[in-house]
């Protein structure tokens, strides 16, 4: 809503936090957020459906796509037990991401590029992060 959005961008200008993209940060809203000094990734890649997760072919397909400047991936990716199947209906879907995200034809993809990893709070401070120390597998 309106208000909520007034309230988050004002804390986020007074403590420095990051503003996470979303389908409604229209290109308008991102000038206006970054002429406040907040940031904000370029690009979110988000499209997937509900009921789908992230495999080596969609991501490796999205990594490619990717121009420069900082791209957020949304993903959750974990191990799936019984609390979390209770807690979450996107659970197995979880594994599969984590698959994905460490195969090793996508590490040696992001290394081979430079890519340079980051979570979203480095945003924050500005420190873009280090790239993993992943070596490029055979």
């Not at 940031?39 to 072919?57: F, I, Q, S, V």
């Not at 590490?107 to 081979?112: G, I, N, Q, S």
């Not at 340079?116 to 873009?128: C, Q, T, V, Y």
């Amino acid at each position: 809503s309106r208000p909520v959005f007034h309230v988050l961008v004002q804390l986020a200008s007074r403590f420095g936090f990051p503003i996470r993209l979303s389908r409604w940060c229209t290109q308008g809203v991102r000038r206006r957020l970054r002429a406040r000094g907040i940031r904000l990734a370029d690009r979110l890649w988000e499209d997937l459906k509900p009921d789908a997760a992230w495999n080596e072919k969609t991501l490796l397909g999205v990594l490619m796509r990717m121009r420069p400047g900082v791209n957020e991936l949304m993903c959750h990716p974990g191990r799936c037990d019984e609390a979390l199947r209770a807690a979450s209906s996107f659970s197995r879907e979880r594994e599969r991401e984590l698959r994905a995200l460490c195969s090793g034809a996508v590490k040696r993809w992001v290394f081979e590029r430079g890519i340079r990893l980051i979570h979203f709070g480095a945003l924050r401070a500005g420190a873009w992060g280090r790239k993993f120390g992943w070596e490029a597998e055979s």
